[in-house]
């Protein structure tokens, strides 16, 4: 239906719902971005009307609600409280992206909206802003956010994922040693538990993007969308190079300086082929011999795309079968003497590192992610800054559920 006026979208959309209203704004977006022969002109007169009847609707709401409570009709307005789960609510979601496009929020939306900006205050140690604008991300986007990044593969996809607060240090769960026969009446000698803990930073991650000032006419869950594609691409994706190359030094502790190499000793963990030579079978069983006992159970590889085609895919064993075997349903990778591949194009070229990723190498952010919007510092250019902010850690748990197979620089 097309309206001429704005007045007659008005008087159109003024007795039907938010929801229908908030489904009407997501159709009209989605057929401009598609559409390239779309009536932007009739469009933009009824987006005004839904609009004002939006508008409308709330002000009646809250001058009914204001009627009442003065004629004794209701004897004082009904007030809703949210707890520390506030970021979990569909009320704080609605009222978070509704600030960050600067619309009008219903009184039940800034209350969740204070409640969430009353813990974060408390998080200051944390989050630190030159403004008071800063706001926690909700948690339904930041799961879909996880969730987005996770679909990507590599091993952020593999690795754990810890809400811990910083500095403390948590026992993890290491392989022990077998339990014993025993001889009835004898003694059995006690063991002493020596588990690993883990401790993690606070490293800052830091975004910021600049979208038209336009885009605050997008629906939330257009917006939501947006947001979602942008911090999977820049916050998770620091956080995924960091689990493989990042060096301790004001970021993550990855894999590669999070361990101490070594192709002899006792300490043994990496097999090393002379830069001049191929990456043979025998190589590839002796790295598989060198993790410690304990840790092979869920050990997979993990290289590039690279590696693993130049390297592995024709490489034989001495019977003449293929090292690789390609998954035929196309669910995983596929196997290297029957262990699972992951491919992570962040690992350097011959390299492949070998051992138990679910359990024994992580990832913390504590505080989820915080975004703050800003008009002045792109003023002149019409645009809009947003500044996401993230504090993570990462690092391999245990050290000894590693090893590694590579090739010697020239």
Known sequence: MKFKTVAEAFNFYRTKSVEEMEKRTQEISADIEKNPDADIAAYNIELAGIKEARENLETRSSVQQTLSFLTGMKSEPEKVTFGADVYDTKEYRSAFFKKLLNQNMTEIEKAAFDTGMKLAEKRQDAFTSASDAIAVIPTQTLNEIIVKARKEGGLFAECRSFALPTKISIPIATPGNAAAWHVEGAE???????????????????????????????????????????????????????????????????????????????????????????????????????????????????????????????????????????????????????????????????????????????????????????????????????????????????????????????
């Open 188 to 410: 059995v000698d006690g063991e002493k538990a020596t588990p690993t803990a883990i401790s993690f930073d606070g490293y800052e991650i830091i975004k910021i993007f600049s979208i038209s000032a336009k885009a605050r006419r997008m629906s939330i869950d257009a917006f939501e969308s947006y947001l979602v594609q942008e911090l999977t691409a820049c916050v998770m994706q620091t956080i995924a190079e960091a689990l493989i190359n990042g060096t301790g030094s004001g970021q993550g502790t990855g894999l590669e300086s999070g361990i101490t190499w070594t192709a002899s000793g006792n300490g043994k963990n990496m097999i090393e082929v002379q830069a001049a030579n191929d990456v043979k079978y025998k190589d590839v069983v002796a790295t598989v011999a060198i993790l410690k006992r304990g840790y092979s159970a869920g050990a997979k590889w993990a290289m590039n795309n690279a590696t693993l085609y130049n390297v592995f895919y024709g490489m034989v064993d001495d019977n003449k079968r293929p090292v690789f075997i390609a998954d035929p349903k196309a669910e995983a990778i596929g196997k290297i003497l029957g262990h699972e591949v992951i491919v992570d194009d962040n690992i350097a070229d011959d390299v492949a590192y070998f051992g138990n990723f679910a359990q024994y190498m992580g990832y913390n952010m504590p505080e989820g992610i915080a975004i703050e919007v800003s008009t002045e510092s792109s003023f002149r250019k019409g645009l809009i800054d947003y500044r996401a902010l993230a504090i993570a850690d990462c690092k391999p748990i245990v050290t000894e559920a590693f090893v590694k197979l590579c090739k010697a620089s020239a």
